[in-house]
Each structure stands twice: as structure tokens, then as C-alpha cells.
């Protein structure tokens, strides 16, 4: 919100087309392209609502639509993949399949495991530091 409580805007270029429009909400893309996007994802919604065992691969040809698009609307919501027990799609570090997120769940975990020890290390780095600032403090 700008000044007075109006909405700001602001140019920008559209993600898919190029073209110069006003973005008046976080959409990286023109009005005209999320029409377009809209009108493919109802496609696809309609294929699977008749192929509802179809693989992201079978769909994606089927109603020529990029896996990519389709990846993005499984992740916002849009397509659920418990009523598509199929719609697996590759994790983003190692390829296996995955339903949700980016990652698949032995990657997540140790994405995980890995932050939680780079977390216990600069608490205990800065502990360490904190004792030994204490220690050289007291003895000047």
C-alpha cells in the first residue's frame, strides 16, 4: 500500500510474453497471460477428472501443457495428488519421485539433518566464543 492507503504499482515484464503491464499483485505475469494459463490448467483439470491414473508425463503430453506448469500447480494446490495417486513428479536434488513439496522425503530429511547440525554448530561456536571473551576479558 502506498501513501494514503492507495495501491501501488508498478511496471514489470511479463515472465512468459515480455510484455510491459502494470502489476498490481505478485503475478509474474501479464493479465492476458494468466488468462491463458487459466484456461490450460481447466485442460488439464478436465483430463484428469476423465484419466484420473495418468502420470505427469501421460498428462503433460496428452493436453500439451508443460510438466513444469503442472509442477507448479500440484505445489500451490491447485491439482491434489491424493486424488491422483499417480501425479509424481522428480525431486529437485536427486530425481526420485515426489508428490509435494520440492524435495523428496529421504532428501528432505537430510536437508534437514543438515540444518539442524549447522544450527548446533554455530551454537556451539558461539558459546565457545563467548566463554573465551569472558576468560580474556576477566584476565587483562
Same mark, same amino acid.
Given at each position: 500500500m502506498g501513501e494514503g492507503g492507495s495501491l501501488t504499482m508498478g511496471l514489470a515484464n511479463c515472465k512468459n510474453?515480455? /510484455? *510491459?503491464?502494470?502489476?498490481? $499483485? !505478485?503475478? %509474474? &505475469?501479464?493479465?492476458?497471460? @494468466?488468462?491463458?494459463?487459466?484456461? $490450460?490448467?481447466? $485442460?488439464?483439470?478436465?483430463? *484428469?477428472?476423465? +484419466? @484420473?491414473?495418468?502420470t505427469i508425463y501421460e498428462l503433460s503430453d496428452a493436453t500439451e501443457v508443460a510438466v513444469s506448469l503442472i509442477i507448479k500447480w500440484i505445489r500451490e494446490g491447485r491439482i491434489s495428488t491424493s486424488d491422483h495417486p499417480e501425479l509424481a513428479y522428480p525431486c529437485e536434488s536427486c530425481g526420485a519421485p515426489t508428490q509435494e513439496g520440492r524435495y523428496c522425503k529421504p532428501c /528432505? %530429511?537430510?536437508?534437514? /539433518?543438515?540444518?539442524?547440525?549447522? /544450527?548446533? %554448530? *554455530? &551454537?556451539? !561456536?558461539?558459546? %565457545? #566464543?563467548?566463554? +573465551?571473551?569472558?576468560? #580474556?576479558?576477566?584476565? +587483562?
Open positions: 510474453c515480455g /510484455k *510491459l503491464y502494470n502489476q498490481q $499483485t !505478485h503475478e %509474474d &505475469i501479464c493479465p492476458q497471460c @494468466r488468462q491463458e494459463e487459466e484456461r $490450460t490448467f481447466y $485442460t488439464v483439470r478436465d483430463y *484428469l477428472r476423465e +484419466n @484420473r491414473r495418468s /528432505k %530429511d537430510r536437508l534437514q /539433518k543438515g540444518f539442524e547440525q549447522s /544450527k548446533q %554448530d *554455530l &551454537i556451539e !561456536h558461539r558459546d %565457545d #566464543h563467548s566463554r +573465551n571473551a569472558y576468560y #580474556h576479558r576477566r584476565n +587483562n
